[in-house]
């Protein structure tokens, strides 16, 4: 019985350390995406690379709509930041994660976050 109950922790403890990685990998993927959210007409007048905050947004949702929607589930909007320091955008995600066997003890079910970062190059 000992045995059955800590590997159905072990099993919560894997789906979690798994959510975390894809939903690391997806907030690092939107930050990369984010970065090809130019101000065009900006960087034709002078030449400096800015972000279009429109721009970034179109990229974010367009890379979220070609995510499977089990990659979304209990996903809250995605936070996006400018300036940040060593970023020029960074992304945060935030997704509750359901405990399964744990939730029969006094575990309460958690909130993931993650929030992947973003330079700018120019050349």
Do not use: N
């Amino acid at each position: 019985m000992a045995l059955l109950l800590v590997g159905g922790i072990a099993l919560d403890l894997w789906r979690l350390l798994g959510d975390r990685r894809d939903l690391s990998s997806l907030a690092d993927a939107a930050a990369i995406a984010a970065t090809s959210g130019l101000d065009v007409d900006g960087l034709r007048e002078t030449g400096v690379t800015v972000l279009d905050p429109s721009a970034v947004d179109i990229r974010i949702d367009e890379l979220l709509a070609a995510q499977p929607e089990s990659t979304l589930v209990g996903w809250r909007a995605p936070q996006v930041s400018y300036a940040v320091p060593e970023c020029d955008v960074a992304v945060r995600f935030e997704r509750d994660f359901d405990f399964t066997l744990l939730a029969f003890g006094t575990a309460d079910d958690i909130t993931l976050s993650t929030t992947g970062c973003a330079i700018l190059t120019q050349g």
